[in-house]
């Protein structure tokens, strides 16, 4: 079945350090893949998306690219902030193609950031 | 949009006790989902719906637990007898196609 496999945390970064989250998956067919993040005391917010390959999905300056040949969607930020520190979670849905849009979740990663 | 609305936000109950979370998800929204999340298993699906009708309900663990969905704005998820191991945080998650989700705030189960 549809799997994702992030690295393990916890990252703690000083702040404008430069942020990689490995995300690597393994699904049948052309997943869309997806971060989301999770704020103390939140449910979990869409960070951004990207729905084939080579895509580049990008939002409040991270980044990520749905890297076919390596199956993998790492997540990247040039300077993190201390409002960053959240914990991500890589996914993935769509892998058995069809109508098929249950989520595959990572187990998450938490970022801490220090000023 | 007031997004996905899940209560109670907290759960306070005895073993044994009957448990009922409630969703109401994003007007419009065909698909909801309800997850698990622990610290030591992470964020698991529990069973997802669409268009209402139940489509995968292997990840619920045990015949305690039951989901339904009468219609289109609302769902619930009961335990029925509650027990310590059942602890957790509860979401609720609503989409229309592939986009990906919309969560709810969770609710936070303690069963003592």
């Known amino acids: 079945g549809d799997s994702v496999t992030q690295m393990e945390g916890p990252v703690t970064l000083s702040e404008e350090a430069f942020l990689t989250i490995n995300c690597t998956y393994t699904?049948?067919?052309?997943?869309?893949l997806f971060w989301y993040v999770q704020y103390p005391g939140e449910g979990l917010q869409l960070l951004l998306k990207?729905?084939?390959?080579?895509d580049k999905g990008s939002n409040k300056g991270f980044e990520a690219t749905y890297r076919k040949e390596t199956t993998s969607f790492h997540l990247e930020k040039g300077s993190v902030q201390v409002s960053d520190s959240a914990v991500y979670f890589c996914?993935?849905?769509?892998?058995?193609?069809?109508?098929?849009?249950?989520?595959?979740f990572g187990k998450g990663t938490l970022l801490t950031v220090n000023p | 949009d007031a997004g996905v609305i899940q209560s109670p936000r907290h759960e306070v109950t005895e073993m044994g006790q009957e448990v009922t979370l409630r969703c109401k998800p994003i007007?419009?929204?065909?698909?909801l989902f309800w997850y698990r999340q622990t610290m030591m298993r992470g964020l698991e699906l529990l069973i997802y719906?669409?268009?209402?009708?139940?489509?995968?309900d292997s990840g619920m663990p045990e015949d305690r637990f039951s989901a339904k969905m009468p219609n289109a704005s609302f769902s619930t998820l009961k335990i029925q007898p509650s027990e310590p191991r059942d602890s957790a945080v509860y979401f609720c998650?609503?989409?229309?196609?592939?986009?990906?989700?919309?969560f709810g705030s969770g609710t936070r189960l303690t069963v003592v």
């Open positions: 998650a609503s989409s229309l196609g592939p986009g990906g989700y919309t």
């Open positions: 699904a049948t067919g052309y997943p869309s």
């Open positions: 990207a729905t084939k390959a080579d």
């Open positions: 996914a993935l849905s769509g892998g058995g193609g069809g109508s098929n849009y249950k989520l595959t």
């Open positions: 007007s419009g929204h065909n698909s």
């Open positions: 719906f669409n268009n209402n009708v139940p489509i995968d």
